[in-house]
């Protein structure tokens, strides 16, 4: 099955600590996004990355951070900073100079704090 | 700065009438819309795009530039259409979609 592969589907985190969300694509996308979906918000851009070792802070990325030191892989991490984590993250890839083809979705992470 | 609304949380339409999810948007240069959908436990999905002027699963968009708009529409909606719809705008640079806020679309038999 290929595509954008998000882990773990669930996860719990307690107060204060950092957990890290797994994203792995294998259609040799460039570009790769972190978004937070919230009920009657959206998705908002938390941050992405055109290449690698190269990433940019979206709408809402504080108390996040991410990497990209391969190509396929783009973890986030809550850090205990994100005052409001409980959410549903999705991943999202792109080939870059085919961006009017529109972005490949991952199933999402859905993150709640207790 | 690029923004897109989505006026209407929910929407509620029986089976066979037709169905408009509204869009608006702002933005300074030559727009790139787009449709996705998110049907229940699947993931969200590229429903389409303004540039390819095509019709899927019945449903087109128009894009209006005049009144900054790209309303979603199909004639005769059936009950499999229920799931939630985001409208987004492809910005200049980085790929970067910016989504409104999304309606939940829901189907009467």
């Known amino acids: 099955d290929g595509g954008i592969t998000q882990s773990p589907k669930y996860l719990f985190r307690k107060e204060g600590q950092n957990v890290t969300l797994s994203c792995e694509q294998n259609?040799?996308?460039?570009?790769m996004y972190w978004y937070r979906q919230d009920p009657g918000q959206g998705l908002r851009l938390i941050y992405y990355?055109?290449?690698?070792?190269?990433?940019q802070k979206g709408d809402i990325a504080e108390g996040y951070s991410v990497s990209r030191e391969k190509k396929e892989s783009f973890p986030l991490t809550v850090t205990s900073a994100q005052k409001n984590p409980t959410a549903f993250y999705l991943c999202?890839?792109?080939?870059?100079?085919?961006?009017?083809?529109?972005?490949?979705f991952g199933s999402g992470t859905r993150l709640t704090v207790v | 700065a690029q923004r897109v609304t989505q006026p209407e949380k929910l929407l509620s339409v029986f089976k066979g009438a037709p169905v408009e999810l509204k869009c608006n948007y702002s933005y300074s240069g030559s727009p790139e819309l787009f449709w996705y959908v998110q049907y229940s436990r699947q993931r969200l999905q590229l429903l389409l795009r303004?540039?390819s002027r095509e019709s899927i699963k019945g449903f087109t968009a128009d894009l209006n530039k005049g009144e900054t708009s790209f309303h979603l529409k199909k004639p005769f909606a059936q009950e499999e259409d229920s799931a939630m719809y985001y409208c987004a705008l492809l910005g200049t640079s980085y790929g970067k979609l910016t989504f409104g806020q999304g309606t939940i679309l829901t189907v009467h038999p």
């Open positions: 990355s055109q290449i690698v070792n190269d990433f």
């Open positions: 303004h540039i």
């Open positions: 259609l040799n996308h460039d570009a």
């Open positions: 999202a890839s792109i080939e870059s100079g085919r961006d009017n083809y529109g972005y490949t």
